[in-house]
């Protein structure tokens, strides 16, 4: 087991990186005059992964919307009592999330790390399923669907999704439907665990107040190691055509709102991170109310401080978003599609390029300025298959041309879905 | 860490505490000023505008580009309440000069960028630049109207509205739609003037080093102020209604909300802490464990306490068939802390949670800001240590006495429409 030290060479913060023998790959990054720790246990399994197999399976498996969220909440539960319980008395705040493609557990303390560790890679080791407290956890999520059903941003946001994939698990809602998780029970959680909660597929990645060796030597005690189980995990084949784009809906809100998409191809790794960046500053140049087109939608009223963009990808789904308030969201997007025709046609004002590239390095070297942030990066690093530095090195190697390439092949109008959730009369 | 406050001047207050592994620096100039729903909106975009434009980046596109050159300075407004107090703050934050890849004094420009914006900002003949105001005007606007997007904000918006009714308090900090509208960009810098006058003044500078910069360029700004400071009340125990009151409102919602108001006489505000804490404030509580946990009627059922207003609550989100049941075991479950209900285990615990989040207090530079923000407001400056011993002190007997202080006062309910058959 061999520690590999990865520094940063733009500011020179570094991180161990540990490829443990049970499987699991761990991220630690001591951070000398912090007093908190933050520790995240996750695994590669989020709401888009409904179909998979193993070497050991024929077949694949598809199981209903949701599941991943729904093992999330039970996982919390084991067979003495709840983890909340084993956190109370080490005075840790624990808690879970499932996005579209991980689920993570974390706690954040600062105190009593190693008895919190120890209580994070037990419980996630070790599921506890039963008739009855999967019943039990039917009302709670039933609730959850309910609450973010009346969060207007969620809804504006799969609206859009929906219009953009036809195929992909991305826009379907990471909590299910109350009928979708009507249908999970024991066996199938435990298929998705066996499946999903191998070491092979996890990464543990925690910063802070901590001693690597500690970390290591606890990690040593408390991991059972598996032997790799094949995974596989299949999406259905996805047009790169939108199903609508245009959607509307009628909610109680005070004030419209909207969300507006490009489909962008699909990508992975290093090319991901690459995308990402020049769809970053795409964001940044449309969104800027430095720059003209946002300063007149501001002036005339169209939107109001809310207007932002944002790059938004995993396992194969690509986009680029804006989305804010507004009661004229139709004119928002004429002036999108308007200011990037006169990007492609008279390229990106190399000042403007530099100054948006220096914004997005402050706000990277201001992530290891935290201890929660660094922690998150391990992990997302990991879950993207890229190092936990290198945005900061793709960012200093990006070129206007890269951005306006990206923006001539992949903004296409036929490819924009408009999702606007209106005020009722 | 090292910490130190000193007056600039008459109700000015200058905190400086020096933190080497930032990275960054951030300031907070806080105007604090009694709450007051005639000027609350006014005020609010007075602050606002602030930070919009100066006499020297004379509009918003000109102000962002210019921070945005400084590597993504941050420059923002915020305006939140404290009990009866309107609390206006302006924060910065911006990368330390190590980082500037061309060398540039970012330290030194939002120096510059920050005595403007509050001392030489973008007005003549006694109004601010209307360009400006537009924009901030409107952003209030959206800002009221959106207030019922989020449901359980608008519900405990609504909740505070009833149990503060007839205090300054009942207001919400950015104040209200009829004050934005009426507002014009004389008023706004008029009531600029006049918080630099009246307001009690704040002001926090966290960063990697010694730098007295900023508390000069304060001293010699203000030195040329006439200050004339009011006290502002923070403290201000809301009274019990005389009969318990429900507003109830129905929307095409999936879920409904209810926000349950108590008022207490009980000045032992770190007895109250630690009750919200056992009762419903976190994963190990009563709430938690028996309306969410065991009767699965909730996602979310929360407690907290408001002690500058004497007042409690409890919020829940639910089907509208189980509110009753919900409140039921809501009010069940406090009788039965009342009743004396309270282990060691969980005392313990509180302490436990507490003590590892007061640890974390100055691992980020707004922490330290809040930290010693809160205590400049509730009187006392100390360490989170010290806070934390008081908490040590707290009996279970001081726990119970403070839940049999809680009076029901208000109920606030969004029911989600029932569909007729």
């Known amino acids: ?425 | 860490m090292i910490y130190n406050r000193s007056e600039l001047g008459d109700g000015i207050g200058f905190t400086s505490v020096i933190d080497d592994k930032f990275k960054t620096r951030s300031l907070a100039v806080y105007l604090l000023t009694e709450l007051d729903a005639e000027t609350a909106a006014v005020n609010d975009i007075a602050a606002e505008i602030l930070t919009v434009s100066n006499s020297r980046f004379t509009t918003y596109a000109a102000m962002c580009e210019k921070l945005s050159e400084l590597y993504g300075a941050g420059l923002g407004s915020s305006a939140r309440k404290k009990g009866d107090a309107q609390i206006l703050g302006l924060k910065a934050s911006w990368l330390d000069n190590r980082y500037a890849i061309d060398g540039e004094d970012i330290n030194g420009e939002m120096l510059s960028i920050i005595r403007d914006c509050l001392f030489s900002p973008n007005a003549k003949d006694g109004a601010f630049d209307e360009a400006s105001f537009a924009i901030i005007q409107k952003d209030l606007l959206d800002r009221i109207d959106s207030e019922f997007n989020q449901k359980n904000v608008y519900a405990s918006i609504q909740a505070a509205r009833l149990a503060y009714r007839g205090e300054p308090a009942a207001c919400a900090s950015y104040g209200t739609k009829e004050g934005a509208l009426a507002a014009t960009p004389a008023d706004a810098y008029r009531a600029y003037r006049e918080l630099l006058r009246t307001a009690q003044i704040e002001i926090y500078y966290v960063s990697p080093e010694k730098d007295d910069t900023f508390s000069e360029m304060f001293r010699q700004c203000f030195g040329g102020i006439e200050r004339e400071p009011r006290k502002v009340n923070i403290r201000s125990r809301s009274p019990l209604k005389a009969v318990p009151e429900t507003i109830t409102e129905e929307f095409d919602v999936n879920q409904s909300k209810a926000v349950m108001a108590f008022k207490t006489d009980s000045d032992d505000r770190y007895a109250l802490k630690m009750l919200s804490i056992i009762y419903g404030e976190t994963p190990f509580s009563k709430l938690f464990l028996n309306v969410r946990e065991k009767m699965s009627l909730c996602y979310h059922c929360t407690s907290r306490s408001v002690s500058v207003k004497g007042s409690f609550f409890v919020d829940i989100g639910v089907d509208r068939s189980n509110i009753e049941r919900a409140r039921e075991e809501i009010l069940k479950q406090l009788d039965g802390i009342r009743a004396g209900g309270v282990t060691d285990e969980e005392i313990e615990n509180s302490l436990m949670a507490l003590d590892n989040a007061v640890l974390q207090v100055g691992d980020t530079p707004s922490s330290y800001i809040s930290w010693f923000f809160d205590c400049f407001c509730d009187g006392e400056i100390m360490t989170p240590e010290v806070h934390f011993r008081r908490f040590c002190d707290v009996t279970k007997e001081r726990i119970v006495a403070a839940a049999a202080s809680l009076r029901p006062d208000s109920t606030y309910i969004m029911l989600n429409r029932e569909v007729q058959g």
Request: proline share 3%; net charge negative.
């Open chain 1, 1 to 425: 087991m061999e520690k590999e030290i990865i520094t940063g060479s733009r500011t020179g913060d570094s991180c161990i990186h540990v490829r443990h023998s049970s499987g699991l790959e761990i991220f630690i990054c001591e951070m000398k005059g912090f007093s908190s720790i933050e520790a995240l246990f996750g695994t590669k399994y989020g709401s888009v992964n409904t179909m998979f197999r193993t070497s050991e399976d024929k077949e694949y498996t598809t199981v209903p919307e949701g599941i991943a969220h729904f093992l999330e909440h039970k996982l919390f539960e084991n067979e003495d009592c709840g983890v909340f319980e084993l956190y109370a008395r080490t005075g840790a705040s624990g808690n879970a999330f499932t996005s579209f493609d991980k689920t993570c557990y974390l706690f954040s303390c600062s105190k009593n790390y190693e008895d919190n560790l120890r209580i994070l890679l037990d419980f996630v080791q070790k599921p506890y399923f039963t008739k009855e407290n999967v019943d039990k956890e039917m009302g709670i999520i039933g609730q959850e669907i309910k609450m973010t059903g009346d969060n207007p941003e969620w809804r504006v946001f799969f609206n859009m999704l929906s219009g953009m994939f036809r195929e992909h698990p991305v826009k379907t809602d990471i909590a299910g439907t109350v009928e979708s998780i009507a249908r999970i029970d024991a066996e199938l959680l435990y298929k998705c665990y066996n499946t999903f909660y191998n070491l092979n597929n996890m990464v543990l990645s925690i910063a802070g107040n901590i001693s690597a060796d500690k970390v290591l030597e606890i990690c040593d005690e408390c991991l059972r190691p598996c032997g790799d189980n094949g995974l596989e995990t299949v999406f259905p084949d996805e047009p790169a055509e939108i199903v609508r784009g245009e959607i509307r809906e009628k909610l109680p809100v005070g004030a419209s709102i909207f969300d507006l998409g490009y489909k962008c191809a699909p990508r992975s790794g290093r090319e991901m991170l690459r995308a990402a960046a020049a769809a970053s500053v795409i964001s940044s140049l449309l969104s800027d109310p430095a720059q003209p087109m946002c300063e007149r939608l501001l002036k005339e009223g169209i939107v109001n401080s809310t207007f932002g963009g944002e790059v938004f990808y995993g396992s194969g789904y690509f986009t680029l978003n804006f989305s804010g308030e507004s009661d004229r969201p139709e004119a928002v997007r004429e002036a999108i599609f308007a200011e990037i025709d006169r990007l492609v046609a008279e390229g990106i004002d190399e000042k403007d390029f530099q100054r948006i590239k220096k914004s997005s390095y402050g706000m990277l070297i201001r992530e290891l300025n935290n201890v929660e942030a660094v922690a998150n990066l391990m992990l997302n690093s990991y879950m993207e298959d890229v190092g936990p530095y290198d945005a900061i090195d793709m960012l200093s190697e990006l070129t206007a041309d890269d951005v306006a390439e990206l923006m001539r092949s992949e903004l296409r109008r036929d490819r924009c879905v408009l999702s606007v959730i209106e005020k009722e009369e």
